[in-house]
């Protein structure tokens, strides 16, 4: 499947979550914007889009902090696991931290977060919220607003839901999810992962 493409927007339609962890970053603005109105569109009504990804700073200072915490997490997590810095070294022999890089994968086009949130409204999404964010990455969710005709019509099918937390779906592969782990969704009869591009190489994330 080509993440970049429109061919898969079917299998939006009706579902209750969509979750996309790591792999927007990866498409131009403008992708984005076409993609968060396919999800705006589709998504069922009071249906969630739960967003883990990097974003993209608007000054060189935040810049510079963003890229030594994810260093220092890295740092971290290669002792945690390794006792040594195996992790880290691989890391930086990668030029894997793109806030610190001068000059970056040109795979990476992450934008900033008030540009997913104007995108997000734009796309008739709600109740925009920030769960998370650490070293450039965050977690964020949005709500498709219900009319009073979908609110009936809930209201007669039933609640039906399952009280799952989610966002460990939208964490799956994420060394260490951190406050993540805290957040639950309701997800009551369809989920949908937005599919997850891969470089074919370790990944450190900081979330």
Same mark, same amino acid.
């Given at each position: 499947m080509n993440f970049s493409s429109t061919d898969w927007f079917q299998v939006l339609i009706n579902a209750? &979550?969509?979750t996309c962890s790591l792999a927007l =970053? =990866?498409? !131009? /603005?403008e992708g984005k914007a076409i993609l968060f109105r396919a999800i705006g569109k589709r998504l069922a009504p009071a249906g969630s889009f739960i967003l883990a990804d990097m974003f993209v700073p608007a000054t060189e200072s935040a810049a510079r902090l963003w $890229?030594?915490?994810w260093d220092d997490v890295v740092r @971290?997590? @290669?002792l945690d696991t390794f006792g040594d810095d195996r992790a880290f070294l691989e890391f930086q022999r990668l030029d894997w931290n793109h806030y610190l890089d001068p000059n970056p994968d040109e795979y990476d086009r992450p934008s900033s977060i008030i540009e997913h949130i104007d995108w997000l409204k734009a796309a008739g999404l709600a109740d925009i919220d920030i769960h998370y964010f650490r070293a450039g990455h965050g977690i964020v969710s949005a709500t498709k607003k219900m009319r009073s005709a979908d609110a009936? /019509?809930?209201a007669r !099918? $039933?609640?039906r839901m399952i009280f799952g937390n989610v966002m460990n779906e939208v964490m799956t592969s994420v060394p260490n999810p $951190? =406050? &993540?782990r805290s957040l639950s969704i309701v997800a009551p009869r369809k989920t949908? &992962?937005?599919p997850r591009q891969r470089r074919g190489y370790p990944t450190y994330d900081p979330i």
């Amino acid at each position: 499947m080509n993440f970049s493409s429109t061919d898969w927007f079917q299998v939006l339609i009706n579902a209750d &979550a969509v979750t996309c962890s790591l792999a927007l =970053h =990866h498409l !131009t /603005d403008e992708g984005k914007a076409i993609l968060f109105r396919a999800i705006g569109k589709r998504l069922a009504p009071a249906g969630s889009f739960i967003l883990a990804d990097m974003f993209v700073p608007a000054t060189e200072s935040a810049a510079r902090l963003w $890229g030594k915490e994810w260093d220092d997490v890295v740092r @971290s997590q @290669s002792l945690d696991t390794f006792g040594d810095d195996r992790a880290f070294l691989e890391f930086q022999r990668l030029d894997w931290n793109h806030y610190l890089d001068p000059n970056p994968d040109e795979y990476d086009r992450p934008s900033s977060i008030i540009e997913h949130i104007d995108w997000l409204k734009a796309a008739g999404l709600a109740d925009i919220d920030i769960h998370y964010f650490r070293a450039g990455h965050g977690i964020v969710s949005a709500t498709k607003k219900m009319r009073s005709a979908d609110a009936r /019509d809930r209201a007669r !099918t $039933g609640p039906r839901m399952i009280f799952g937390n989610v966002m460990n779906e939208v964490m799956t592969s994420v060394p260490n999810p $951190g =406050h &993540a782990r805290s957040l639950s969704i309701v997800a009551p009869r369809k989920t949908v &992962a937005c599919p997850r591009q891969r470089r074919g190489y370790p990944t450190y994330d900081p979330i």
